[in-house]
């Protein structure tokens, strides 16, 4: 007799209120890093399509982010909708974790990895001592560091059950934080690599692991009790 059993889905109703709630503490999380001020300062150029002046810069980059939250809640829609369908398990919460992942990931990775004053003149530059950097970073450095993973941290073990545990999604953020700054090292970008920076991301994929919790707490891998002889 097998006494495994599988987690229940939650309710549609439940998915879709959870898909807004997450949608709602993203674009809160956007609108407190940044004042609308700066936010506007970029939409002219953003608006004509300029790389310049949109792309190239964090107060663009945000924006951008903001500005694509509908098409991403389209697409976590069409996507819960499809799997729905063919009979899917859990179709609300699989589609928004995959969804939140991607819309709340690339952008940071995209600040992280731009290029400074002078990428490929500067030479590369290391920091591999604990805290030094940090009292530098200020409160927007310290807080967008915390955010460069924290979709990531939030959203991959709702998705990928073998990461649903706490020393993971830490494992997780730090490990993509540190091929991050490899990439700003070996690319030249004038961006220094620092171990700080590394903790930091790390910190805010498991602070954002904690959050979202209770949506993956029950997902985790457990081995099958053995079995009995009836």
């Known amino acids: 007799m097998d006494h495994s059993t599988s987690l229940p889905a939650p309710p549609p109703h439940r998915a ?15 609108a407190l890093l940044v004042p609308r001020r700066m936010l506007l ?4 150029s953003c608006v004509a ?20 939250m509908p098409l991403s809640a389209l697409v976590v829609a069409a996507l819960a909708l499809w799997r729905r369908s063919t009979g899917a398990v859990a179709p609300w919460r699989r589609s928004l974790a995959e969804v939140g992942m991607v819309h709340g990931t690339v952008p940071f990775l995209w600040l992280t990895l731009m290029p400074g004053a002078e990428p490929g003149v500067a030479p590369p530059r290391v920091s591999l ?9 200020g409160t927007l450095g ?20 073998k990461l649903a545990s706490l020393p993971r999604i830490l494992a997780l953020g730090a490990g993509c934080s540190v091929l991050v ?11 220094v690599s620092s171990v700080d920076d590394v903790l930091v991301n790390a910190a805010g994929a498991l602070l954002a692991g904690l959050a979202s919790r209770p949506w993956w707490r029950g997902t985790a891998p457990h081995a099958s009790p053995p079995r009995t002889a009836a």
């Open 181 to 191: 700054e490899t990439a700003q090292y070996v690319f030249r970008l004038d961006r």
């Open 49 to 68: 399509g300029r790389w310049h002046g949109c792309f190239d810069t964090f107060n663009g980059v945000v924006l951008m982010t903001l500005v694509t």
């Open 129 to 137: 001592v604990p805290l030094r950097d940090l009292v530098t970073m």
């Open 16 to 30: 879709r209120r959870t898909v807004i709630t997450a949608l709602v503490v993203l674009a809160s999380a956007a």
């Open 142 to 161: 310290i807080v967008g560091n915390l955010l460069v993973f924290a979709a990531l941290g939030a959203f991959a073990p709702v998705r990928f059950p």
């Open 41 to 44: 300062m970029p939409a002219s």
